[in-house]
């Protein structure tokens, strides 16, 4: 007989061991992402910032163009995928903190990367690549001041994520007992 404070559980549908691998392959996404919007903060746009306007504009252009490929997009659009689908594997334990915690990344994500590249950088993408790059434009430095912002903003949001992403999969493997023989097969 169950413990009255201890309902009984359902045997779960995925076993634990695929559960915590759909969740490292979230946080392992999260953490390329986040990499990659470091890069561009920590490196690129401090190069870029050393640039006359026609060789910001040229290069400015050639990165958004060269950035649109398959493999960025399984990244960029593939993460909240892998982070959907560790959460419903674990369907069954969303009143977890490490559960909610997942969730939280998953959503930091969706809104401060996805919505906000939609609704920053890539308006911003646009006015860079009309301009002529042997006539930009007198404010073309406020363009990539704010490029760059937005970009810093990327970032941090990518590397909160990450980061709740990876806290909430080492709370969740301390927390897992040990693994059965069912969960080993």
């Given at each position: 007989?169950?413990?009255?404070?201890?309902?009984?559980?359902?045997?779960?549908?995925?076993?634990?061991?695929?559960?915590?691998?759909?969740?490292?392959?979230?946080?392992?996404s999260l953490g390329i992402m986040a990499g990659f919007f470091w890069t561009y903060s920590a490196n690129v746009n401090l190069a870029m910032q050393q640039m006359d306007g026609s060789t910001y504009a040229t290069v400015q252009?050639?990165?958004?163009?060269?950035?649109?490929?398959?493999?960025?997009?399984?990244?960029?659009?593939?993460?909240?995928?892998?982070?959907?689908?560790?959460?419903?594997?674990?369907?069954?334990?969303?009143?977890?903190?490490?559960?909610?915690?997942?969730?939280?990344?998953?959503?930091?994500?969706?809104?401060?990367?996805?919505?906000?590249?939609?609704?920053?950088?890539?308006?911003?993408?646009?006015?860079?690549?009309?301009?002529?790059?042997?006539?930009?434009?007198?404010?073309?430095?406020?363009?990539?001041?704010?490029?760059?912002?937005?970009?810093?903003?990327?970032?941090?949001?990518?590397?909160?994520?990450?980061?709740?992403?990876?806290?909430?999969?080492?709370?969740?493997?301390?927390?897992?007992?040990?693994?059965?023989?069912?969960?080993?097969?």
């Amino acid at each position: 007989m169950p413990h009255p404070t201890n309902p009984p559980t359902r045997p779960a549908l995925v076993p634990a061991r695929w559960q915590l691998l759909l969740h490292a392959l979230a946080a392992m996404s999260l953490g390329i992402m986040a990499g990659f919007f470091w890069t561009y903060s920590a490196n690129v746009n401090l190069a870029m910032q050393q640039m006359d306007g026609s060789t910001y504009a040229t290069v400015q252009s050639a990165f958004n163009r060269n950035v649109r490929h398959w493999l960025f997009f399984l990244f960029f659009f593939g993460t909240p995928v892998w982070c959907l689908l560790a959460l419903a594997s674990a369907w069954g334990e969303r009143s977890r903190v490490w559960w909610r915690s997942l969730a939280g990344a998953a959503v930091l994500y969706v809104l401060g990367i996805i919505f906000f590249t939609q609704q920053v950088n890539l308006p911003l993408n646009h006015t860079t690549e009309a301009w002529n790059p042997q006539a930009v434009p007198e404010g073309w430095t406020q363009v990539r001041d704010q490029w760059n912002s937005a970009n810093l903003w990327r970032t941090l949001a990518n590397g909160v994520a990450f980061g709740t992403a990876v806290l909430a999969l080492a709370a969740r493997a301390i927390a897992v007992p040990a693994m059965g023989a069912r969960d080993r097969a």
